[in-house]
């Protein structure tokens, strides 16, 4: 099946070459990308992979979940909880491998968990680039798998004696949840003064599968799952707002800007085996969450020189309540079933782009942070201080035929876990030997395009990678409720160590674009959370882990017009990572997945304008868990459901127009998701052990630029 997908795809591809040389269609835009601190280069010519989703493709995605927005770029899934919370997995790394920025500032939002939801809303974002292999030169630590670096809009700027302004809103619904979202984005300039901002709400109640047999007490084991239909404990809610000034003078721009998130979950789980009745759907956590970010960054042109200063503040705070929906978590304060834990962090940068130098320009720069994680109340992760500070540089040549880029970078972490305070419950974890941690590493990326004819270059990179243990996972102790697992950190924990290289043979056109990467990534003392077999308080143990692993895989990916006003799209990724040490798979590692999609633009149809109807279908294929060492792997062995998964295909139909009123440009879109109501589980979703994947799901959504 996998390699009659491949050809299938493959045969599309070419077939869809060959066609667009016979019609004269609409040129694809081309999207610059900020892969290059030195120079604005399209996503096709820089050595790394990038990928750019846009605010109008942000809107289109209609969801809140940074993860299901970002899974059509080939290499990059989603662990997915519900229908809010996704993690960007990039070429099999996730968690803390992957570096999620905030206008390239580094973020905090406590997203060490399996299903702990990156505290951003999509819909503020102007844009979000993915760039997919270790970035670690210009990033820093935790950048082993990847990037996502969520854009917010840049102030507009008027000039002397002017003004202007301009906007969008947006409203969007959902039938399977009855999900609702409420937006506004607005930009205004006097003079050399702009501001923007930005509000969202967005609600919704519990999600519901497709209606399937489940398991009872009483039924012989199998894998059916212990509920579908209507899925308690899946409701959300939350809000976000955005403000930003700017102002900009002949020497440059200085940007102040506040960006807030708050949100409340709930998490499905299910009682114990020993309950009685056994199985029953229980909330296993509720959540409260809140993310509060200041930025201050500018832009100083100081001749040939350009000096970019930048300053950040956040303050996160988690309250959760194990065992109980957020309705209810009041009445668990004080309790040992209630976690308030929160972490201000600042982060501080310097860059400076220096002119050429020989057939180099490129940037330097001195970074560091300070972290304070405070534990209010409860038992998970104890109160600790971290620190670093890096030197890094980045330089490219441009040389014609070849785009060089190459980087050297030294990180130096610290963390320090005292001994007093609340921190005396955790001495189970750790002790005087080993609260403080020491690491440090150097990182370095090699990058080279070559453009071998006016359609065609090849690109390649080789990078090495460094990422410190965090926090969480040296010196975590306690009930997690949100996985409902004891979840234990391992204080000799080192540092991990990459060494990646990919090659890419990349093909484009006025009409067609398409990429082939093939990569390869080892893994030196790579951390993993394994289950251990023991139990606490009837709820699986789990720790971190190390070892060594290889992760190797190809990608593909391709845009065509076949006609006018036809345009088709896909993509494929065949993934395996290998714990080579223990000769087994790697864990939560994706499946191999295609796409395909095609958009037809009917043109106008009265005062509606490009009236486009879209067909998608996305196959995944089978996959089973590396071992039982894996989270969730304890459902083989349940009498109901299943930690592996059966390979499935998922439809999709959607049709959106372009409309005036009051000669205002408006878009309307109304799709299908699972348009045929497909019973599947997938394996990344952290659901699959007890419970089906989203029904099908209509939504509508309507939005007008001002």
Known sequence: ?????????????????????????????????????????????????????????????????????????????????????????????????????????????????????????????????????????????????????????????????????????????????????????????????????????????????????????????????????????????????????????????????????????????????????PFEAISSAGQELSNNETQLRAEIVAGEWLIKPGISHTRNAREAATGTPYEQMESKKGTPDYLDLQVKRTDAKLAVIHPMLGIFDGEMGIEGYTKEQILREGKLAPSADEKGVALYIFEEADLEEFILQAGLRYDRRSIDAPLDGNNAQFSDVFDATNNSKDFGAFGGSLGLTYKATEHWNIAANLTRGFRAPSIFELYAGGIHGGVQAYQRGNPELEEETTLGADLSLRYKDEKSRATLTFYRTSVQEYIYLENTGNTVNNLPEMQNQQTDARIEGIEFAFETHIAEATRLEGAFEIIRGEDTKNDRALPLMPAHNARLAVHHDFGSLWQLKNNTLSLDLKYVDAQKVGGSYEPFAQYNTMPFGSADTTGYTLWGLGYTNDFELFEKAGRFTIRANNLFDKAYRDFLDTYKGYALGMGRDVSFSVSLKF
């Open 1 to 277: 099946m996998k390699n009659t997908l491949t050809l299938s795809l493959f045969a599309s591809s070419l077939l869809a070459l060959q066609s667009n040389a016979r019609e004269q269609v609409v040129q694809l835009e081309d999207i610059a990308v900020s892969a290059s601190p030195v120079h604005q280069h399209q996503a096709y010519d820089v050595p790394a992979q990038v990928d750019t989703v846009t605010s109008e493709e942000i809107s289109e995605k209609q969801s809140a979940s940074l993860g299901k927005i970002l899974e059509d770029i080939p290499g990059v899934n989603s662990i997915s909880t519900g229908s809010q919370a996704g993690k960007p997995v990039i070429r099999g790394m996730t968690g803390e491998r992957v570096k999620v920025l905030s206008n390239g500032s580094s973020t905090d939002s406590q997203t060490y968990g399996i299903r702990h939801v990156h505290n951003i809303d999509p819909f503020l974002a102007e844009r979000i680039e993915v760039i997919r292999g270790a970035q670690g030169v210009l990033y820093g630590s935790d950048a082993l798998g990847g990037i996502v670096n969520v854009l917010s809009a840049k102030p507009l700027f008027a000039g002397d004696g002017k003004s202007l302004y301009k906007g969008e809103i947006l409203s969007e619904y959902h039938t399977n949840n009855q999900e609702w979202m409420n937006g506004i984005k607005a930009k205004a300039a006097e003079g050399k003064i702009g501001i923007n901002l930005g509000l969202s709400t967005r609600s919704a109640e519990n999600y519901k599968t497709p209606d399937h047999p489940t398991w009872n007490p009483g039924d012989p084991a199998g894998t059916l799952p212990r509920f579908s239909g209507e899925l308690p404990f899946t409701n959300f809610e939350n809000r976000s707002a955005n403000l930003a000034l700017g102002y900009e003078e002949e020497w440059g721009n200085i940007v102040l800007e506040n960006t807030y998130w708050h949100s409340y979950q709930n998490y499905l789980g299910h009682t114990p085996g020993n309950a009685t009745p």
